[in-house]
Nanobody, 121 residues
Framework: QVQLVESGGGLVQPGGSLRLSCAASGNIFNIYAMGWYRQAPGKQRELVALITTGGGTNYAASVWGRFTISRDNAKNTVYLQMNSLKPEDTAVYYC???????????????WGKGTLVTVSL
């Protein structure tokens, strides 16, 4: 079995910072792309940032220059450093990993359960 566990969410004032972490564990053979998505109340889930095995990154326009995604392949962990947070960043943030498990020839996406980020005075 594979588990993705997010941490680091919470309440922060506008202009503040938070760092999210997501650790993958279980019968993992290899992890390919990892990413962060978010879903605000009443809205669809959207991509925030993506990082490949080699470190290539992609960001949503709304977070460009404020958020930074990184990963530690040895720890099967992906991070999201969020700076200059705005009220519109309030959402549940989900981690996703494209990975292959041991004894399997196929790969698929696995999701964490999410961590809530609230940006408010």
């Amino acid at each position: 079995q594979v588990q993705l566990v997010e941490s680091g969410g919470g309440l922060v004032q506008p202009g503040g910072s938070l760092r999210l972490s997501c650790a993958a564990s279980g019968n993992i053979f290899n992890i390919y792309a990892m990413g962060w998505y978010r879903q605000a109340p009443g809205k669809q889930r959207e991509l925030v940032a993506l990082i490949t095995t080699g470190g290539g990154t992609n960001y949503a326009a709304s977070v460009w220059g404020r958020f930074t995604i990184s990963r530690d392949n040895a720890k099967n962990t992906v991070y999201l450093q969020m700076n200059s947070l705005k009220p519109e960043d309030t959402a549940v943030y989900y981690c996703k990993a494209d990975l292959r498990v041991i004894y399997s020839d196929s790969r698929r996406d696995y999701w964490g359960k999410g961590t809530l980020v609230t940006v408010s005075l």
